[in-house]
T-cell receptor, first 115, second 111 residues
Framework: GAGVSQTPSNKVTEKGKYVELRCDPI?????LYWYRQSLGQGPEFLIY????????DSGLPNDRFFAVRPEGSVSTLKIQRTERGDSAVYLC?????????????FGPGTRLTVT | DAKTTQPPSMDCAEGRAANLPCNHSTISGNEYVYWYRQIHSQGPQYIIH???NNETNEMASLIITEDRKSSTLILPHATLRDTAVYYCIAARQTGANNLFFGTGTRLTVIP
């Protein structure tokens, strides 16, 4: 079946602009995660959804970052007033939380460049 | 979650076994050891996980010491496609189960 998909694959924006990054999880996966990966570093947790609700948003760096998952499937990560330090690969992962399985399945990521 | 320590890089000859070590001396009793890998320009990929028993699947074997303070991921016959960054993660199987990746081990398989 289809894996996790993320769009766009690349996004270049100017400092101060607003961006939205989209994640389509694997069908039926109720858990969804956003991570951010800077060059040379491992992915860093941002936010976790269980269904429609953000169950853990402790990794969001500040209030410019927000994420939604209104119908419990597709999620959008929103970044306001982008800064050059926001440049990174944003990864989405999903997990089927009802099977006792804890493996997370990752998408290919969106590379965000803020100029 | 417990912190893990891995060597920054390793080389392995193609066709030989790759043994990737991980220290997790502060791991708690309910934390599992997970291994993921990340091939260049791709998202991380789950490999294997275990609590205290050794585990094997089609990708790899996981050997966990009896005191659970360290583990080794074994790729029995490394191929060039196994070149990647390998992450060892200690995580509970409750709640969010969000993963702390660290910087991992960059494995290079040499022809």
């Amino acid at each position: 079946g289809a894996g996790v998909s993320q769009t766009p694959s690349n996004k270049v924006t100017e400092k101060g602009k607003y961006v939205e990054l989209r994640c389509d999880p694997i069908s039926g996966h109720t858990a969804l995660y956003w991570y951010r990966q800077s060059l040379g570093q491992g992915p860093e947790f941002l936010i976790y959804f269980q269904g429609t609700g953000a169950a853990d948003d402790s990794g969001l760096p500040n209030d410019r970052f927000f994420a939604v998952r209104p119908e419990g499937s597709v999620s959008t990560l929103k970044i306001q007033r982008t800064e050059r330090g926001d440049s990174a690969v944003y990864l989405c992962a999903s997990r089927h939380s009802g099977t006792g399985s804890y493996e997370q399945y990752f998408g290919p990521g969106t590379r965000l460049t803020v100029t | 979650d417990a912190k893990t320590t891995q060597p920054p890089s390793m080389d392995c000859a193609e066709g030989r076994a790759a043994n990737l070590p991980c220290n997790h001396s502060t791991i708690s009793g309910n934390e599992y050891v997970y291994w993921y890998r990340q091939i260049h320009s791709q998202g991380p990929q789950y490999i294997i996980h275990g609590l205290k028993n050794n585990e094997t699947n089609e990708m790899a074997s996981l050997i966990i010491t009896e005191d659970r303070k360290s583990s080794t991921l074994i790729l029995p016959h490394a191929t060039l496609r196994d070149t990647a960054v390998y992450y060892c993660i200690a995580a509970r199987q409750t709640g969010a189960n969000n993963l702390f990746f660290g910087t991992g081990t960059r494995l290079t398989v040499i022809p």
